[in-house]
């Protein structure tokens, strides 16, 4: 099969590969609803899924939605997420999203990007995993593995993100764009870290112009 010389054709490529490799790619991070996949991926922010997972069942267990969230102080939420980075803030975060679904939502997470951008704690990535996992609406993650795969591939040459989900995003099926992010991500994870690509093993390396074989 010809190489793809373009990043359109490539992007294609990679999306027919991966969904072979990773048929049933998933979202990692534990939850039951849209609004323990939001809290969730707010704790996320520069933490590991698994860490994240080791803490939400106790915070879901003592706030189950968000008037429950709502109704507390931050510091009330700390002890159920102390063992994650950055726990202050997030706590705050937490208790500020969960008062504007309440007061503007009517306690339930919106599914426009304009809203969920407004929640605190939430930036395009997080509004992208809660639309295209939890709410069946387009979008593409970009965090640090996609953006990485991004370049290896030669999909983009953009470090921004927004600026890489716009180039990517007409290059995959609406409907597709999250589990093309979800793929990219679990391939990062599994075949290509950062310091140690295992390219033999890669099913993309007979066309990745990365590749060290």
């Given at each position: 099969m010809a190489r793809p010389r373009t990043p359109n054709g490539r992007a294609k490529r990679v999306h027919?590969?991966?969904?072979?490799?990773?048929?049933?790619?998933?979202?990692?991070?534990?939850?039951?609803?849209?609004?323990?996949?939001?809290?969730?991926?707010?704790?996320?922010?520069?933490?590991?899924?698994?860490?994240?997972?080791?803490?939400?069942?106790?915070?879901?267990?003592?706030?189950?939605?968000?008037?429950?969230?709502?109704?507390v102080e931050p510091e009330q939420v700390e002890p159920y997420v102390d063992t994650i980075g950055l726990f202050r803030q997030k706590s705050k975060s937490l208790v500020g999203m969960a008062r504007m679904l309440v007061d503007d939502y009517d306690g339930e997470v919106p599914s426009a990007m304009k809203d969920l951008v407004r929640l605190p704690g939430v930036g395009r990535k997080t509004a992208n995993v809660v639309r295209s996992v939890a709410l069946g609406q387009p979008g593409l993650p970009v965090d640090t593995h996609v953006t990485r795969l991004s370049h290896l591939l030669e999909l983009t040459t953009e470090t921004d993100p927004v600026k890489i989900e716009t180039a990517l995003n007409p290059m995959v099926p609406a409907k597709e764009r999250g589990e093309f992010s979800l793929r990219l991500i679990l391939h990062g994870r599994r075949v290509c870290p950062a310091r140690k690509p295992r390219c033999e093993e890669c099913v993309l390396n007979d066309f990745c112009p990365s590749s060290r074989i």
């Open positions: 027919e590969r991966l969904a072979v490799e990773y048929p049933d790619a998933i979202c990692e991070l534990d939850h039951r609803n849209p609004f323990e996949l939001l809290t969730a991926t707010i704790l996320s922010a520069q933490a590991t899924d698994v860490g994240v997972n080791k803490a939400t069942p106790g915070l879901f267990a003592r706030f189950p939605d968000p008037w429950a969230l709502a109704a």
